[in-house]
C-alpha cells in the first residue's frame, strides 16, 4: 500500500452519507472531504465541515493507540502475504518488458544511411522522456535505425517491446512553423507521445493542371515548410507519427480534403466508391505520397516516427441520397456502352469491396507499414479503429460480440472527439454537432477506455488552429476547435490542458501493468454502493457503478511486488458511495460473494456524478472529476492596440462580370467549374445580366437558386439591393429572396456576387453525395412582382456573363487605392482595405498577437499569406456576442526586419474597418480558481 495506509475490512452500517465504525478500521477516500488515514507518522488536518471515521468523542489517544495496533497487525498481515507471494508460483501475468535505453552515437560519428535519425537533438531540445515503461519515446528506437512495427489483440509492439500511446491530432496544414513547434513542446510538457496528422490533397494539389507540392507554405524569408519539416519537427521531440493520408480526410476541411476539380468533368464518377474514374485518381494520390513519405525515410521501417498510416476514412455501407435514387432508376446506355461498364463496376460492388481494394492498395505500396481504417469499415489487413464514444464501441466490438478488437487487433480511439464550431452558432443549441466537451467529460470517458483495454487514445482535436485561406469546409469558423485543450493561438486551455496532463501522468505509472495483464473488457464487475434509504450495501446495476482490474503476479525470481490498478466508474447523474474491495490474493470479488474475505482490503469512495477514478495499489492517483484548483488559477489579460493600425486604404471592388477570363452563356455557369476551368481557387465568383421590363413593377423581388454553405451579394443598376447566406454545415439547395419593392420600366442590369462558405465535408456518408459539389447559381433567377408573377431570367434569348474569382483578386490588390472615406458614394459596395503596422514586441510563447475584426464579412491576409475568413456574425440570438471577433496573426508571418506589416481585408459587404485594432493577449496566473471547466467559457480562449 502507498501512502503508508492501512486499511481494514467493511462497513455494517452507515449513518446518512457517513460510514459509522463497526469496532474496526476502514480507509475512506472522499473527494469532497479531506482524507484521514492511520499513519506511522503525522495525521492529516481534519476539516470542520465533515465527520471524519471517528464518532465525534473519541480521543487522539485512542486514535493513536488503535493506529498502531493496525499498523502491527498491517505488519504481520505483510509478512504472511510476502512469504505466500514467495511460495507460491504465478505464471499467468508475465512481468511487462521494459525498453532499455538505447547506445546513442556521439554527434561526432558519422550516420549510416539506414538511420536517418541517428543523432539526437542536444538536451536543449524538449523531448519526450525515455525512461518511462511502456510510454516509449520515438529516442527510445531512433539511434537503433529501422523500427519494427507489429500487433497483436493487446496493443503495438515496437522491436517486440509492447507500447501505449498518448496522441492528439494537430494539422501542420493549419499551422504555420513557428506555431507547430510550439505545439510540439505543449505535447512533449502534457505527456503525450505521439500525434496524428491529416494530410490535405486539398492543400497540395489545388489545381488539376498543377503538380503535387508537398509545401505547406512560404516563410517570410520565402523558404518552403513541407510536410517533412514537420514530420521531422515531431520526430526531433520523441513524438511519434500516425499519418492519416487520405484522400478523404472529413476534418471539417473543404470538400474533405479532396481537391474540388476530382469529380468535375467525370460525370460517372462516384467519390469513394467502387468506381473506375474515382480509383484511377485516387490511387495515383496515394502513391505519390507513399512515396513521398518512403523518399524521405519517415516510416518506421525506414528509422523514421511514422509507425501508423490511415488510408482512406469513415467508410460506411449507408447509401447517398443520389445512390438510393440510382437504385429507382433505369440504366442509360451510350451506343459504345462505356456508360454500362462505369455503372455496372459501381452497383456490383459494395462500399466493403472499395475497403477492401483500399487495402490491397497500400499493401501493394507500403506492405512494412501498419495502416489503419476507422469508425466504418476496414480492410482485413488493416486494425479498425475508433471514433466517437468509443467505450462503448468497444463493447460492441470485442471478442464476446465476435470482433477482431483484442482478439488480433489492438482497442486504438483515433478520435476522442472535442467538437467544432459553426459560424452563427449558440454553443449551447448548436445546428451540427456539438460545440466542444468540458475536461471532466473527456478525461472520464479516457479513464473508462483505459478501463476496457484500451492501450491508444488521441484527442481529436488536441490543437486545431486556424483554417487558413480556404480550409474551412460549409460553415465552419476560421478557429477551428476552440475547445480543444490547446487553444487555436497556441496557449494552453486551463483547466483542460492541466486536467489532461494530470490523466497522462497517471497513465504513465500505470501503463506496465496495463501492458503485461489481458484486457478487463469483459470482466467488470459490480460494486457494493450504499443505500441510504436502507441504510445497507446493495449491489450496484454494472451499467451505472463497475470496476475493471488489471493486476500484475510476478514470481519469485521477478524479485517485484505484485501490482493491481482499479478503474471505477459512477455512470449515473447522482454522487454514490461505493466498497471496494482490492486484492491481496487470487481471488475477486463478484456480485455473488456474500461476504468480504478478511485478508482483502476495503476502499470506500464517496464518487461524484459521471466520474471514474484510476486506483493503483490502493491509492486513487486519478478522479475525472476533481480538477487541481491550480489547472483553473488563471485570468485572461489584454492588452488593446500594442501598436495602431496606421495608413488606412481603400479601393472598390469592381461591380460586374469583368474578368478576362469570363464565359458568355445563355445561363449562370457552376461557380466550382468556372473558378477550376480558369485555373483560380477561390471562394468567390461575378455573374452578370441585363433585363428589360415593359412596365413599372411593384413588390418585387430576384429569387436566386443556389446551395447551403454560400452567401450572396445582389445589385440592381449598379446599386447594392441586399445580401443573403445560408451558413449552416450541410449541403443542399437554397434559394435566396432579395426584396427589391418599385421597379421602373425600361433597362436594368442586374449583378451578383456569389461567396461559397465552404464546401460540406461530408462524403459518401452521413448525408454527403459521391459526386461534384456545386456552389454559385445553380438553379434558375426568377423575377417576381404582383404584376406578373414569377419570370424566369435564365433561357435561350438571355445572355448572362459568369467571371471567376474577384476583380481585385484577379489583378492583385486594387491600384486606385483612395484614402478611406473619400468616396462620396452612399452606396454599399465590395471594398479592398488595407493598413500597415510595426511589430510589436511580446513574447510569443506565452503571448498572443490578434486583429479584432467586428465588422462585414470576407477574407484577410497578413503580408501576403491568407489568413482565412472574417465574419461579423453573432452567436445565436445574440446582438454583441460573435461567433469570431479575435484572428491570430501568427508571430513568424509578421516582419521582423524592421519593415512594416500590411493587413489587407476583401470585405463583400462594404463595411467601414477603421474600427479594427490589434490586440495582445495572455494568461496569468492567480491565487484563486478563476476559470471554470465550461465549454465556451469566453476568457479560456480568445
Known amino acids: 500500500m502507498s501512502n503508508n495506509v492501512t486499511s481494514g475490512s467493511s462497513y ?10 463497526d469496532g474496526r478500521h476502514v480507509l475512506i477516500v472522499s473527494p469532497k472531504q479531506t482524507r484521514h488515514y ?63 535505453s538505447p547506445t546513442i552515437p556521439t554527434t561526432d560519428e558519422a550516420c549510416p544511411e539506414t538511420i536517418p535519425f541517428c543523432h539526437p537533438p542536444p538536451h536543449t531540445q524538449l523531448q519526450v522522456a525515455r525512461h518511462t515503461p511502456g510510454i516509449p519515446s520515438f529516442w527510445n528506437y531512433a539511434p537503433q535505425g529501422p523500427i519494427s512495427v507489429t500487433y497483436d489483440g493487446r496493443s503495438l509492439l515496437l522491436n517486440g517491446q509492447r507500447a501505449l500511446f498518448l496522441a492528439g491530432s494537430l494539422h501542420p496544414g493549419r499551422a504555420t512553423p513557428a506555431t507547430w513547434d510550439h505545439a510540439l513542446d505543449l505535447a512533449v510538457q502534457q505527456g503525450l507521445n505521439m500525434i496524428t496528422i491529416y494530410v490535405f490533397w486539398q492543400q497540395h494539389q489545388p489545381l488539376a493542371t498543377s503538380e503535387i507540392d508537398w509545401t505547406l507554405m512560404k516563410t517570410q524569408d520565402n523558404q518552403p515548410w513541407t510536410l517533412a519539416d514537420a514530420i521531422r519537427a515531431a520526430a526531433r521531440r520523441g513524438l511519434f507519427v500516425h499519418a492519416r493520408i487520405g484522400p478523404y480526410v472529413c476534418a471539417e476541411y473543404n470538400f474533405g480534403g479532396i481537391p474540388e476539380w476530382v469529380p468535375l468533368h467525370s460525370p460517372d464518377m462516384a467519390m469513394r466508391r467502387y468506381n473506375q474514374p474515382w480509383m484511377t485518381v ?94 466504418g469499415l476496414a480492410a482485413n489487413n488493416t ?93 465552419i ?29 497517471a497513465i504513465q505509472q500505470i501503463a506496465p501493468i496495463l501492458l503485461a495483464a489481458p484486457t478487463a473488457l469483459d470482466h467488470g464487475a459490480a460494486v457494493q454502493r450504499w443505500n441510504d434509504f436502507k441504510s445497507e450495501w446493495e449491489w450496484s446495476d454494472p ?119 469570363r464565359i458568355v452563356s445563355t445561363g449562370p455557369v457552376e461557380q466550382t467549374a ?19 421590363l415593359k412596365e413599372s413593377l411593384d413588390e418585387v423581388s430576384i429569387l436566386v437558386e443556389s446551395q447551403k454553405g454560400s452567401a450572396m451579394v445582389l445589385f440592381l443598376d449598379g446599386v447594392f439591393q441586399g445580401e443573403a447566406y445560408e451558413r449552416h454545415h450541410a449541403e443542399g439547395n437554397a434559394t435566396f429572396d432579395f426584396f427589391i419593392g418599385s421597379l421602373e420600366s425600361g433597362h436594368h442590369d442586374l449583378a451578383i456576387l456569389s461567396e461559397s462558405l465552404g464546401y460540406n465535408n461530408l462524403i459518401g456518408r452521413w448525408g454527403g453525395g459521391t459526386g461534384a459539389k456545386v456552389k454559385g447559381i445553380t438553379g434558375d433567377v426568377t423575377l417576381s412582382s404582383s404584376q406578373n408573377g414569377n419570370q424566369s431570367l435564365i433561357g435561350v434569348n438571355k445572355e448572362w456573363i459568369s467571371s471567376p474569382t474577384l476583380n481585385g483578386g484577379e489583378k492583385g490588390f486594387c491600384k486606385d487605392v483612395k484614402n478611406v472615406g473619400a468616396s462620396s458614394s452612399s452606396s454599399v459596395r465590395p471594398l479592398w482595405s488595407t493598413a500597415m503596422f510595426n511589430t510589436p514586441e511580446y513574447d510569443p510563447k506565452t503571448q498572443a498577437l490578434y486583429v479584432n475584426v467586428t465588422q462585414g464579412r470576407g477574407h484577410l491576409w497578413l503580408n501576403g499569406h491568407d489568413l482565412g475568413r472574417f465574419w461579423n456574425i453573432t452567436r445565436g440570438d445574440s446582438i454583441d456576442k460573435y461567433s469570431q471577433q479575435f484572428y491570430f496573426l501568427p508571430y513568424d508571418l509578421l516582419d521582423m526586419n524592421g519593415s512594416v506589416n500590411k493587413l489587407v481585408f476583401f470585405d463583400a459587404l462594404g463595411s467601414d474597418l477603421t474600427s479594427t485594432k490589434l490586440v495582445l493577449s495572455w494568461l496569468e496566473e492567480t491565487e484563486l480558481p478563476n476559470l471554470p471547466d465550461e465549454v465556451a467559457y469566453s476568457e479560456a480562449c480568445i
Open 674 to 692: 468556372l473558378n477550376m476551368d480558369a485555373d483560380f481557387s477561390s471562394d468567390y465568383a461575378w455573374y452578370q445580366t441585363s433585363f428589360h
Open 38 to 100: 492511520c499513519t506511522t507518522g503525522t495525521t492529516s488536518a481534519s476539516n470542520t465541515d465533515h465527520h471524519d471515521l471517528r464518532s465525534d468523542t473519541e480521543s487522539e489517544a485512542e486514535r493513536q493507540d488503535a493506529c498502531r495496533g493496525m499498523s502491527i497487525i498491517a505488519l504481520l498481515l505483510f509478512a504472511i502475504l510476502i512469504s505466500l507471494r514467495y511460495a507460491t508460483k504465478n505464471w499467468f501475468f508475465p512481468t511487462p518488458h521494459i525498453p532499455s
Open 383 to 475: 486494425i479498425l479503429t475508433c471514433n466517437g464514444d468509443c467505450p462503448k464501441w468497444l463493447e460492441q466490438h470485442g471478442q464476446k460480440q465476435g470482433g477482431n478488437i483484442q482478439v488480433d487487433q489492438p482497442a486504438m480511439w483515433t478520435e476522442d472527439e472535442g467538437g467544432f464550431q459553426i459560424w452563427g452558432d449558440d454553443p449551447k443549441n448548436v445546428s451540427d454537432y456539438f460545440w466542444g466537451r468540458t475536461a471532466r467529460n473527456m478525461a472520464r470517458d479516457a479513464v473508462k477506455w483505459f478501463a476496457r483495454g484500451g492501450t491508444h487514445i488521441n484527442y481529436y482535436m488536441w490543437w486545431g488552429g486556424y483554417n487558413r485561406g480556404r480550409a474551412s469546409a460549409a460553415g
Open 477 to 505: 469558423m476560421n478557429a477551428y476547435a476552440t475547445d480543444a485543450p490547446v487553444c487555436t493561438s497556441g496557449q494552453p486551455r486551463y483547466p483542460k490542458y492541466q486536467h489532461f496532463q494530470a490523466l497522462h501522468h
Open 12 to 21: 455494517g452500517s452507515m449513518n446518512g452519507r457517513h460510514p459509522q465504525p
Open 543 to 661: 451499467e451505472k457503478q463497475a470496476m475493471y482490474v488489471y493486476r500484475t503476479n510476478h514470481t519469485r525470481a521477478d524479485n517485484q511486488e505484485d501490482q493491481e490498478v482499479v478503474f471505477v466508474e459512477n455512470n449515473s447523474g447522482a454522487s454514490v458511495v461505493v466498497r471496494l474491495t482490492l486484492l491481496s490474493g487470487d481471488t475477486m470479488m463478484t456480485k455473488a460473494t456474500t461476504s468480504i474475505n478478511s485478508k482483502n482490503e476495503t476502499l470506500i469512495i464517496e464518487m461524484d456524478p459521471w466520474s471514474a477514478m484510476i486506483i493503483m495499489d490502493g491509492a486513487v492517483i486519478f478522479d475525472s472529476f476533481q480538477i487541481s484548483a491550480n489547472a483553473m488559477a488563471y485570468k485572461r489579460k489584454t492588452e488593446p492596440g500594442p501598436v495602431r493600425l496606421l495608413g488606412w486604404a481603400s479601393c472598390a471592388e469592381p461591380i460586374g462580370a469583368l474578368s478576362s477570363k
Open 282 to 375: 485516387m490511387e495515383e494520390y496515394v502513391t505519390a505520397t507513399v512515396a513521398y513519405l518512403t523518399d524521405h525515410q519517415l516510416f518506421a521501417h525506414q528509422g523514421g516516427n511514422i509507425v501508423l498510416a490511415q488510408i482512406e476514412n469513415e467508410l460506411g455501407e449507408d447509401k447517398t441520397e443520389e445512390e438510393r435514387q440510382s437504385d429507382q432508376q433505369p440504366m442509360i446506355l451510350d451506343n459504345d456502352g462505356t456508360q454500362q461498364r462505369l455503372l455496372e463496376t459501381t452497383i456490383n460492388h459494395s462500399v466493403q469491396d472499395y475497403a477492401d481494394w483500399c487495402g490491397a492498395l497500400v499493401q501493394r505500396l507500403a506492405p512494412d507499414v501498419v495502416w489503419t481504417m476507422c469508425y
